[in-house]
């Protein structure tokens, strides 16, 4: 691999041509860097290169983070599991919550949301394939989550959903997933009504299969790997 900036830019490229293949263009797609378990000068090197979103899933690791990069140019995302205890740590930090999966998550952050006076921009986390390992919420549940979340919690707005694909050789293997959560997202968005849901964000892709994401609709890929290289999680960050 190149350097940081040599990835995006390759990165940048790959996303470019899987847009064009949806009728789209590279300004229709952000990239967000997953930036878990890099070191604060890593993330300024992408800065350089152009980088502006961020990902991180861990609540304690963004905090630190956020303040040793502290730059107004960054947006975060939240794109982990999140336990309701954490949701302090991330409010008028973090600029979109990729990962509400449960009403009680939601409520938490809309009570979070409604202290610091904002409105908290969230997307619903769907386990499209239905793994055990994965949190997220099933697709049969995920409309009617969406509906409560809306009803009751004027601090949120949904702006969307975020799915992690099932780990595969190829992926061509999951381009089905994509595409379920795609038809799901459409649907959604088709019998909203009311500010408090507007769907625009299809967060899926990440490294090893963000191109297939793009051609079946998604509008935000989460790229670590193909940024920072592996992760090396014994050494820390
Ligand atoms: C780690 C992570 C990514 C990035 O994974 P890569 O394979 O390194 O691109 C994307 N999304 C989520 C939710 C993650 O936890």
Same mark, same amino acid.
């Given at each position: 691999?190149?350097?940081?900036?040599?990835?995006?830019?390759?990165?940048?490229?790959?996303?470019? *041509?899987a847009?064009? /293949?949806?009728?789209?263009?590279?300004?229709?797609?952000?990239?967000?860097?997953?930036?878990?378990?890099r070191?604060?000068?890593?993330?300024? $090197?992408?800065?350089?290169a152009?980088?502006?979103?961020?990902?991180?899933?861990?609540?304690?690791e963004?905090?630190?983070?956020?303040?040793?990069? /502290?730059?107004p140019?960054?947006?975060?995302?939240?794109i982990?599991h =999140?336990?309701?205890?954490?949701?302090?740590?991330?409010?008028?930090?973090?600029? =979109?919550?990729?990962?509400?999966?449960?009403?009680? =998550?939601?409520? $938490?952050?809309?009570?979070?949301?409604?202290?610091?006076?904002?409105i908290?921009?969230? =997307?619903?986390?769907?386990?499209?394939?239905?793994?055990?390992?994965?949190f997220?919420?099933?697709?049969a549940?995920? *409309?009617?989550?969406?509906?409560?979340?809306?009803?009751r919690?004027?601090?949120?707005?949904?702006?969307?959903?975020?799915?992690?694909?099932?780990?595969?050789?190829?992926? $061509?293997?999951?381009?089905?997933?994509? *595409?379920?959560?795609?038809?799901?997202?459409?649907?959604?968005?088709?019998?909203?009504?009311g500010?408090?849901?507007d769907? /625009?964000?299809?967060?899926?892709?990440?490294?090893?299969?963000?191109?297939?994401?793009?051609?079946e609709?998604?509008?935000?890929?989460?790229?670590?790997?193909?940024i920072?290289?592996?992760?090396?999680?014994a050494?820390?960050?």
């Open positions: 691999m190149g350097s940081i900036a040599e990835n995006i830019m390759q990165v940048r490229e790959r996303i470019a *041509r847009a064009e /293949k949806s009728g789209r263009t590279a300004e229709d797609i952000v990239l967000v860097a997953v930036s878990k378990t070191a604060p000068a890593e993330i300024a $090197e992408a800065i350089a152009g980088a502006r979103d961020f990902g991180e899933n861990k609540a304690q963004f905090e630190s983070k956020y303040e040793a990069v /502290k730059d140019r960054v947006n975060w995302h939240f982990g =999140l336990q309701r205890n954490k949701v302090k740590y991330l409010i008028g930090k973090v600029g =979109l919550l990729h990962s509400v999966d449960s009403l009680r =998550l939601a409520e $938490e952050i809309d009570r979070r949301a409604g202290e610091a006076g904002i908290m921009d969230v =997307l619903v986390q769907v386990n499209a394939a239905s793994e055990e390992s994965k997220g919420v099933s697709s549940d995920t *409309r009617e989550l969406v509906r409560e979340v809306s009803q919690c004027g601090n949120i707005r949904i702006a969307g959903l975020m799915n992690i694909a099932p780990a595969a050789d190829d992926p $061509e293997e999951v381009r089905d997933v994509f *595409r379920s959560v795609k038809m799901l997202f459409d649907e959604i968005a088709r019998d909203a009504s500010e408090r849901i769907m /625009k964000w299809l967060s899926m892709g990440m490294t090893h299969d963000y191109e297939v994401a793009i051609e609709g998604a509008n935000i890929v989460r790229v670590g790997t193909g920072f290289g592996e992760r090396n999680y050494a820390g960050a």
